[in-house]
T-cell receptor, first 114, second 113 residues
Framework: DVKVTQSSRYLVKRTGEKVFLECVQD?????MFWYRQDPGLGLRLIYF???????EKGDIPEGYSVSREKKERFSLILESASTNQTSMYLC?????????????FGPGTRLTVL | AQSVTQLDSHVSVSEGTPVLLRCNYS??????LFWYVQHPNKGLQLLLK??????LVKGINGFEAEFKKSETSFHLTKPSAHMSDAAEYFC???????????FGKGTSLLVTP
């Protein structure tokens, strides 16, 4: 089974802090993704990476950056956390299956910024 | 741009009755479409996917969905609801990038005894 793990299930940070969210996958997938999930809004794509050291902005990249130094690890960085970044953050990885990018998700990190 | 609209934010059914969760899509080309499920405090799980092979797609746990190009719909159905089906369901379309996914806003399914 594909396993995607995230470093924390719950995190509480202060406004202005630098925050690191870590994600690791164990299936040698090329592609990795960061989404945030908010009630009534579904999941929204923040950043994704299709190879080591490669990154692409998603639909809501403002206030975030990412790092992918190794194939299995994809980090999301909040340079200066703000209260509007309080959310559930979901990491995913994927391979191409039958022409469609089936994604496997981690359990999520619920971040609260005070 | 590819997008999906889930027509109901909440659906309530009685156990043993049929389930219908509605989804319309918008795409400039033939899309890949998915349904994901998220149980409370659990991760997202793929229920089924459509990739232009067959218009009626069967998924896990008795769910299926039919791709209707003329109606731009991809509704999720199940003949008989079970209490364990209570969860949040997301209709999803492939993202412009070709790598990521565009999620709908979700439909919360409540199953009553």
């Amino acid at each position: 089974d594909v396993k995607v793990t995230q470093s924390s299930r719950y995190l509480v940070k202060r406004t202005g802090e630098k925050v690191f969210l870590e994600c690791v996958q164990d299936m040698d997938h090329e592609n990795m993704f960061w989404y945030r999930q908010d009630p009534g809004l579904g999941l929204r794509l923040i950043y994704f990476s299709y190879d080591v050291k490669m990154k692409e902005k998603g639909d809501i990249p403002e206030g975030y950056s990412v790092s992918r130094e190794k194939k299995e690890r994809f980090s999301l960085i909040l340079e200066s956390a703000s209260t509007n970044q309080t959310s559930m953050y979901l990491c995913a990885s994927s391979f191409i299956a039958g022409g469609a990018p089936e994604q496997f998700f981690g359990p999520g990190t619920r971040l609260t910024v005070l | 741009a590819q997008s999906v609209t889930q027509l109901d934010s909440h659906v309530s059914v009685s156990e043993g009755t049929p389930v219908l969760l509605r989804c319309n899509y918008s795409s400039s080309y033939s899309p890949s479409l998915f349904w994901y499920v998220q149980h409370p405090n659990k991760g997202l799980q793929l229920l089924l996917k459509y990739t232009s092979a067959a218009t009626l797609v069967k998924g896990i746990n008795g769910f299926e969905a039919e791709f209707k190009k003329s109606e731009t719909s991809f509704h999720l159905t199940k003949p008989s609801a079970h209490m364990s089906d209570a969860a949040e369901y997301f209709c999803v379309v492939s993202h412009n990038s070709g790598y990521a996914l565009n999620f709908g806003k979700g439909t919360s399914l409540l199953v009553t005894p």
